[in-house]
């Protein structure tokens, strides 16, 4: 039945990024863009989410990091993010390497365009939206997962305004064909979850002999 209420089971997954709440470390390097840290309020309602914001050249404004890929493999990258004058991009330095390259429209909550893999986006409230992409590995390789702004709602390259960008928050990038809920990041190296399980989920006042 639809209304019924269900548990939320996750398998165990590793979260491969590290610095996830924290885009103005060195780990992530910044592409024609700065990072203040810290400036509003996250979705988990601390005040850790980074504003990025693009410089005044003309060329892609991206944060991002190299990652290793083995090719058949699929991979799930996801990310928060919200709205400070720009949309938002999820691309691969090299999309011969791993195929995910996905543009999503802040303004109205949805996927813009898709050019490899599958994207999807979650409402979190506040303005806050979860930005995921699927794509399989071409190659066992490496290549960057970028975080890049757009201009309007297609434009990769353009003049930045200096102040423009988006807050970024819970970056996650973990080997599956589908995302699951946000691993933080535990201060070491990846950061795994472990499964979920059920034990003594109802009772026979619940759950009877004939229906289970």
Same mark, same amino acid.
């Given at each position: ?12 997954? $590793? ?21 203040? *840290? @810290? ?35 699929? !991979? *799930? ?7 400070? +004058? ?10 011969? $390497?791993?195929?995910?390259? *996905? ?15 599958? %994207? $999807?986006?979650?409402? !979190?409230? @506040? ?18 997962? @970028?975080? &890049? ?17 988006? !807050? ?13 809920? !946000? ?5 070491? +190296?990846? $950061?795994?979850?472990?499964?979920? %399980?059920?034990?003594?989920? &109802?009772?026979? *006042? ?7």
């Amino acid at each position: 039945v639809q209304d019924c209420p269900a548990l939320l089971l996750e398998p165990s997954r $590793t979260n491969d990024m590290q610095r996830t709440e924290e885009f103005n470390n060195s780990y992530w390097i910044k592409y024609d863009t700065s990072v203040s *840290a @810290n400036q509003i309020v996250s979705p988990d309602g601390s005040v850790t989410a980074d504003r990025i914001i693009e410089d005044t050249g003309t060329s892609t404004h991206q944060v991002g990091r190299s990652f290793s890929f083995t090719s058949g493999s699929y !991979y *799930a990258v996801s990310v928060f993010v919200k709205e400070n +004058g720009r949309n938002f991009q999820i691309t691969a330095g090299n999309p011969n $390497t791993w195929r995910g390259s *996905a543009i999503y429209n802040l303004d109205t909550g949805s996927v813009q365009s898709t050019t490899y893999g599958t %994207a $999807t986006i979650e409402n !979190y409230g @506040n303005g806050w939206y979860r930005c995921m992409l699927v794509g399989q590995a071409l190659a066992t390789a490496s290549t960057n997962i @970028n975080f &890049g702004l757009i201009s309007g709602t297609s434009t990769t390259s353009y003049t930045g305004d200096g102040s423009s960008g988006v !807050y970024l928050w819970g970056a996650q990038r973990e080997g599956g064909v589908y995302p699951t809920s !946000y691993i933080p990041w535990d201060g070491s +190296g990846s $950061t795994t979850r472990s499964p979920d %399980a059920s034990r003594d989920s &109802g009772t026979s *006042a619940d759950i009877n002999s004939e229906e289970g």
